[in-house]
């Protein structure tokens, strides 16, 4: 096979692959394919072969986090695949997403570190996007202290774009004030049952992309072969009536329909979760130009505006306590600086001493 001179390889699915420019400051451009491989929930004996089907099927970006606990194998499947395909892949052709997670023994001071053992796990010399995975501070260290931290990832080369993830319009306002290296992405709860209008219209004005997590709601969460949570929501995203409505009009899984609303109506990208190699190439398909070009699905879209109930199901709750708990939020209120009389009457799990609202 010929050498690739393609930015992202030389699989047809991937030259198809929509991708965006973030804004950056590392001297090149930094550009991200908008679908990408989510990696929360996949266990470490399947993480090798669903990052080998995933790259295989074009994937060329992947969600990783340490606290998903599989970032060794997912390293290992990295430099297996790339060795096997030196001829047409390297590691530029690749997008590598990563994030450091504040906590009381993890303090800013504490980013490059982690960010060091990141790269080792994955084997890897730097990073594309790193984000703040959650917006927790601490009376040692503020946001705007840890936002310094990640500027000096990316000077000391370790990193080439940095973002936060979870973070309220008024948590990154913050940011934004004081940020010297732009604010690439902030990766947050977004599908067609939580839309986050305001937040995202907000990242727009503000040069912030915008990536969806928990797209296709998060299935894998509430199933009792899953994590086994409980979910705050009656309906499920994937088999909601107008995702189905969508689908069917389009001659589209529904799968696929939420993904295109995401990627071709509101200009986002995204993580699917997928251990399923052909629920992989069907995510990923949805997020080509090709998708809506030949398809009557982009006039469909509109419907998936008016979905009802919207609904945070990535509540945080578990982030929230009294302040023995260690957790620095108390009320889901200040987490999320916004309404949340919503979640009221919702069944979900509230750990001992939660507290919805301060008055509680
Ligand atoms: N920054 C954060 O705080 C944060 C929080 C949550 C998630 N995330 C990221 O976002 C990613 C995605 O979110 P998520 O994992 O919560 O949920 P998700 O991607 O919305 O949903 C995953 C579930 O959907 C199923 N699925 C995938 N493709 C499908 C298809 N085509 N048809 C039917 N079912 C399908 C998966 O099952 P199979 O695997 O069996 O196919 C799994 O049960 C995470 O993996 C992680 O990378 C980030």
């Not at 992202?8 to 908008?34: D, N, Q, R």
């Not at 089907?53 to 606990?69: F, I, K, M, T």
């Not at 009376?139 to 309220?168: C, H, P, Q, R, T």
């Not at 199933?223 to 107008?242: N, Q, T, V, Y």
């Amino acid at each position: 096979m010929p050498a690739s001179n393609t930015r992202f390889g030389s699989s047809p699915s991937v030259a198809k692959c929509k991708s965006i420019t973030l804004t950056a400051k590392c001297g090149e451009p930094v550009i991200m394919p908008v679908v990408a491989l989510g990696l929360w929930k996949v266990p470490a004996d399947a993480a090798f072969s669903a990052v080998t089907s995933a790259l295989d099927g074009g994937y060329r970006h992947l969600d990783c986090a340490p606290v998903y606990r599989n970032q060794a194998i997912v390293g290992a499947a990295i430099t297996a695949y790339l060795t096997e395909h030196a001829e047409t892949l390297s590691r530029r052709d690749l997008f590598i997403t990563s994030k450091v997670f504040p906590s009381p023994t993890n303090m800013h001071d504490n980013f490059e570190n982690d960010v060091r053992n990141t790269l080792r796990e994955l084997d890897l010399k730097y990073l594309d996007l790193c984000l703040i995975h959650w917006p927790f501070e601490y009376e040692e260290s503020s946001l705007e202290d840890m936002w310094m931290a990640m500027e000096d990832l990316v000077k000391n080369g370790l990193v080439k774009a940095i973002g936060v993830s979870n973070f309220s319009s008024t948590k990154l306002k913050r940011i934004l004030e004081i940020a010297e290296i732009p604010v690439s992405v902030n990766q947050v709860e977004m599908h067609a049952m939580f839309r986050q209008e305001a937040l995202v219209n907000f990242c727009n004005n503000n040069g912030v992309h915008v990536t969806a997590y928990g797209p296709l709601g998060s299935g894998d969460q509430w199933a009792s072969d899953g994590l086994g949570r409980k979910c705050a929501a009656e309906e499920r995203l994937l088999s909601h009536p107008e995702t189905l409505r969508v689908a069917k009009s389009a001659g589209c899984t529904p799968a696929q329909a939420l993904i295109a609303w995401i990627v071709h109506h509101r200009m986002c990208s995204c993580a699917p979760k997928s251990v399923n190699p052909s629920r992989q190439a069907e995510n990923i398909a949805a997020g080509s130009r090709d998708f809506v070009n030949n398809n009557k699905i982009l006039g469909l879209l509109s419907t998936l505006d008016k979905v009802e109930p919207q609904v945070r199901l990535q509540h945080g709750a578990f982030h929230t306590g009294p302040p023995e708990s260690g957790k620095c939020f108390r009320t889901l209120e200040e987490l999320w600086d916004e309404d949340v009389s919503y979640m009221l009457d919702r069944d979900f799990e509230r750990p001992e001493g939660f507290m919805l609202r301060p008055s509680q």
